[in-house]
């Protein structure tokens, strides 16, 4: 029975806030999923972090660029001119000759070997790479949270609003109703100024929830992309863990940011390496071929040479000693976050767990609290008319009444933020998890397109012009 008031009263409630906003009931709803694909098709935010990615993707090019034969042209034309006095030729009178040079090279450079710091490169900026996409999954993962907080802000705070209106109405009569029995003696002035001074709270509370609903709404339309007009209950929460214990070993395993570190852990120690191999000499093989001609003569030039080079340090001031102390240290502090990291994420999940058992008590504390609210309001208003009660006592117990039932859509909001927070703090709040409607990001595809470093005048590369261009005119 208690059950089918709830409903019956949710059913009410509905009703009210069709009514109260003027929106059509045939008119389709917003469901949580459809605010969730707005925002994933058109925040600012994950666009720029896909960007961020897309950069991070062409480090690895540029790392790779360093195992291949690096080419380059030059030419010069160069004037040259000269003014002379001879005493013995010319009388010491003034002489001038000038010449005009040209000249075109070419050059090759190859590294045989460099200890494996080139190499050691690329690794590091794959794992950079890897680190950046779990970097945008918690960026995903955050901007879905405030969806879904901006959703239930705007469900409740509707109809906070809705029940506020209706508590305006219902006191406006009251007071009507108090006024008339002033008039025939059956109730004093204090009673008619006791239903005045609680309308007039009320409202100032239904002022208060209309300021809080249009806070809301403005969230709504920073988190989704668009201001919202009828929303739709949310459906269950996507299954998450059965236990704490659960959540947390999930968590572990799957969260972007455990991830994200352990592979920023991962390339810290391939650059301690790279600043270790720097001690060590690198080897190179050179080839230049060049071509001189000066005009007006017949003077004329070519070059060619091909030649192994070999270099190293010896001493430059404590630089390399410095930088592998250095990277040292910046692998030590990524390992120390590693374990900072894990411990937050522990400790996330066992908030959100505790937030789910709290918000799910206070929903069943407030369903029983309406129940017995109802109950006495009905039994104090009886007594009322029957002079056993107050106005005062009626007004009390209709506050109290409404007390419970602002506490009910509270309570199930925050069970809702909660449910999907427990999924974010798994790391599970994601469109592939959730199973969205939307063209899913996906970000190997500009990786695989660049991996291998094409020019642009390779086929690779023009079909990567044309990606950046159509992305250019998002």
Do not use: C
Not at 339 to 364: C, L, S
């Amino acid at each position: 029975m208690g059950l089918e008031n709830i409903r019956h009263s949710a059913r009410i409630g509905l009703t009210a806030l069709i009514v109260a906003v003027g929106i059509p009931a045939s008119a389709a709803a917003e469901t949580l999923a459809d605010a969730m694909a707005s925002a994933y098709d058109h925040r600012g935010l994950l666009q720029q972090n896909r960007a961020l990615l897309r950069a991070a993707d062409e480090d690895v090019a540029v790392a790779i660029s360093g195992l291949r034969p690096i080419v380059n042209w030059t030419a010069n034309a160069t004037r040259t001119a000269q003014r002379f006095r001879s005493n013995t030729t010319t009388g010491g009178l003034i002489d001038s000759t000038s010449a005009t040079t040209a000249s075109v090279g070419l050059s090759l450079d190859l590294v045989l070997y460099d200890a494996g710091r080139t190499r050691m490169g690329v690794d590091a900026a794959k794992e950079a790479v890897l680190a950046t996409r779990q970097a945008l999954l918690g960026v995903e993962q955050n901007i879905f949270l405030q969806v879904v907080q901006a959703y239930m802000d705007v469900r409740s705070a509707t109809e906070i609003v809705a029940l506020r209106r209706n508590n305006v109405r219902v006191l406006t009569e009251e007071l009507r109703a108090a006024k008339d029995r002033f008039e025939v003696g059956e109730v004093t002035r204090t009673d008619v100024a006791q239903s005045e001074a609680r309308l007039a709270a009320s409202r100032s509370a239904l002022v208060q929830a209309e300021g809080d609903l249009a806070v809301a709404r403005e969230f709504y339309a920073f988190a989704v992309g668009h201001r919202p007009n009828r929303l739709a209950p949310p459906a269950p929460t996507p299954s998450s863990a059965r236990s704490l214990q659960d959540a947390k070993a999930i968590a572990m395993r799957n969260h972007p940011e455990m991830l994200r570190v352990k592979h920023a852990v991962a390339a810290a120690d391939i650059n301690a390496g790279i600043a270790k191999a720097q001690e060590a000499p690198k080897i190179s093989l050179t080839s230049r071929i060049g071509l001189q001609d000066t005009v007006g003569n017949n003077n004329f030039s070519e070059s060619a040479s091909v030649g192994i080079e070999m270099s190293g340090p010896i001493y430059q001031g404590g630089k390399i000693s410095a930088l592998q102390r250095q990277a040292i240290a910046r692998r030590d502090a990524e390992r120390a976050n590693l374990h900072e990291v894990r411990a937050n994420i522990a400790q996330n999940v066992g908030n959100a767990f505790a937030q789910i058992q709290v918000a799910r008590a206070a929903r069943d504390a407030s369903q029983r609290q309406i129940r017995a609210a109802q109950v006495a309001f009905r039994g104090v208003r009886e007594e009322a008319t029957l002079g056993a009660r107050t106005t005062l006592d009626v007004l009390n117990a209709e506050q109290e009444l409404l007390d419970a039932k602002a506490g009910l859509i509270t309570a199930t909001s925050n069970e809702t933020v909660a449910s999907y927070s427990l999924l974010a703090s798994m790391g599970l709040l994601t469109a592939e998890h959730l199973n969205l409607n939307v063209k899913q990001y996906d970000p190997a595809a500009y990786y695989n397109m660049v991996k291998t470093a094409p020019t642009r005048m390779s086929k690779q590369g023009q079909k990567l012009d044309r990606v950046l261009r159509a992305l250019g005119k998002q």
